[in-house]
């Protein structure tokens, strides 16, 4: 039972307890809770993190995308029975870098951890994990970690190593290593299940629940093979996008479905570790559609869209299993009795590309790639089927969590707490502009540096690389799948200088350097590559 059923005299000595960590936190540095949210909740809840990696908003049916690309029951569920945000943004899109600014509530500049290639998390740093598990909660994470330092903050922990692959995956647990056999999120799944299972019942909880899935290559489960029947999907508008209107950054990328995916993307050769049941299942299925892709000699526009609906067939078919995790995960907590006493979250670490603009991947400011999905379900605290578009990030969510559980907010967090928002009071302060850097660059994409300012019209954009250093502003009211900059437009001559301004100050209140480290972009790039704006 959580701790918020537990006798007088534990709460009390939990209320003290909370109180003499504020005072001795504050003397290091921190901040006790911030005043918009003075009010603390009745209980400390239990949290639950789901936690998917490249999860686009546009494969969750409650968001409602046009194409319907799939179902979604068990998460749609959160949305339903909580709060469904529409804008929520990352400040660095990609998956190692969003999982350091999750746990630290720092942007990457601050905590030390800027891109996929030779980034490694300092473990010795605060993090919201560390926090909660010195305010009387019991910790957990499970699955995908990708920080390559071991965790720390966490009484438990079982973690794939580096990304981790999708049939009978090894992990580290504890720091040793072992073999799982199974399918990846089924196996991730079943670890949360049974720690919840033997967890000390006198605590609150936070648990940690991290898919591969749905990441590239894309392997769906053996028995979800086959699951769209062979559907032809509707396609984006852009998915033949020429990229005229912009500059040379989106003319020269390499992250398309017609030029970048590989025979191993796209299924023409089988995957490591399978067992002779499951290749016998998997070439059952793959064998006969790629011998009629072979004979049919695709080219041009119609070899595209062969590539476009077997990547959606495969990606999501990887989330068939992640919805049916989440399905499993909030049974257990309405049959133990859980469910009111649990704050649960879903989301992703940063939005993805399902064909728009051609692409696939990440990394971009644009919409898709920026803009990740979040659900989140308190009983008693979030008003059900509530929707949500203010500005909010990942780099909340530390302070979300710290909030909500009475604990102390470290005052150099860069974020805001959500509490007030999940309560239907929005601060009359809240952010109207949010700050956006990118920084891995040449390898794996070619996607140039940038960063830039958001708002909820408009996206300034500063590209940073030696060979380009230019600007672009798209204004989504009028141009909502971010086709045409008009940076140049004399129309939009005080826009540009406002939003300048704006970026300046931010960049000034998050203490970016003029000059991120060399080590930041994972590979040879001169140093002149990024400059303050002007």
């Not at 998460?75 to 190692?96: A, H, K, T, Y």
């Not at 089988?270 to 499951?278: D, I, R, S, Y």
């Not at 989301?347 to 991947?361: I, P, R, V």
Request: hydrophobic fraction near 35%; charged fraction near 25%; charge should be neutral.
């Amino acid at each position: 039972m959580a701790v918020s059923r537990g006798c007088a005299r534990r709460q009390a000595f939990l209320i003290v307890g909370r109180a003499f960590a504020v005072v001795i936190l504050g003397l290091a540095g921190a901040r006790a809770p911030q005043a918009a949210c003075a009010a603390e909740p009745a209980r400390r809840p239990n949290i639950v993190l789901i936690y998917s990696d490249d999860h686009a908003y546009q494969a969750i049916s409650a968001y409602g995308d046009p194409r319907r690309l799939v179902e979604t029951p068990h998460i749609d569920r959160l949305s339903r029975e909580g709060m469904r945000f529409d804008r929520c943004l990352v400040p660095n899109s990609i998956c190692g870098p969003c999982r350091a600014i999750v746990l630290t509530g720092k942007y990457s500049h601050i905590n030390g951890f800027y891109n996929n290639s030779n980034s490694r998390f300092d473990g010795s740093q605060p993090t919201f994990p560390k926090i909660l598990r010195q305010a009387g909660y019991q910790t957990a994470i499970f699955g995908k970690w990708h920080l390559v330092s071991p965790p720390t903050g966490f009484d438990s922990w079982c973690i794939l190593p580096g990304q981790g692959v999708y049939y009978h995956p090894p992990m580290i647990r504890q720091g040793q290593r072992e073999q799982l056999t199974g399918y990846v999120t089924d196996r991730i799944t079943d670890l949360a299940l049974d720690w919840l299972k033997s967890r000390d019942k006198s605590k609150p909880f936070l648990l940690m629940c991290q898919h591969k899935a749905p990441h590239r290559e894309w392997l769906p489960a053996i028995r979800h093979l086959g699951h769209d029947k062979d559907r032809v999907y509707p396609e984006p508008a852009t998915l033949f996008d020429d990229y005229s209107g912009r500059g040379k950054a989106e003319h020269d990328q390499d992250m398309t479905i017609a030029r970048t995916m590989t025979a191993k993307d796209l299924k023409f050769t089988e995957p490591e570790g399978l067992t002779p049941e499951e290749r016998k299942a998997w070439d059952a299925y793959y064998g006969p559609r790629n011998q009629a892709f072979k004979a049919a000699n695709l080219t041009g526009a119609d070899l595209v869209r062969f590539k476009y609906n077997r990547y959606l067939h495969d990606y999501l078919g990887c989330i068939k299993a992640v919805d049916e995790s989440v399905g499993r995960l909030l049974d257990y907590l309405d049959a133990e009795q859980l469910a009111n006493d649990t704050l649960v979250i879903y989301t992703s670490d940063q939005g993805f590309y399902l064909g728009e603009h051609g692409w696939f991947d990440k990394r971009w400011i644009f919409e898709e790639s920026l803009r990740t999905p979040l659900l989140m379900r308190w009983p008693g605290v979030i008003q059900p089927g509530r929707v949500d578009d203010h500005l909010v990030s990942n780099v909340d969510f530390a302070e979300t969590f710290l909030d909500a559980a009475g604990a102390p907010i470290p005052a150099d967090m860069q974020g805001r707490s959500l509490l007030p928002i999940l309560k239907g009071k929005t601060p009359a302060d809240w952010r109207s502009s949010f700050y956006y850097q990118y920084y891995e660059y040449p390898a794996p994409h070619h996607v140039r540096p940038h960063y830039g300012v958001v708002t909820d019209r408009y996206k300034l954009v500063r590209f940073a690389a030696p060979d380009d250093n230019s600007w672009e502003l798209f204004d989504r009211k009028t141009d909502p799948h971010e086709l045409r900059s008009v940076y140049n437009e004399p129309a939009y001559a005080q826009t540009r200088d406002e939003l300048k301004h704006e970026l300046a100050r931010l960049r000034e209140v998050l203490h970016v350097p003029a000059e991120p480290p060399e080590s930041a972009y994972g590979g040879p790039v001169r140093k002149q590559a990024v400059k303050p704006s002007r």
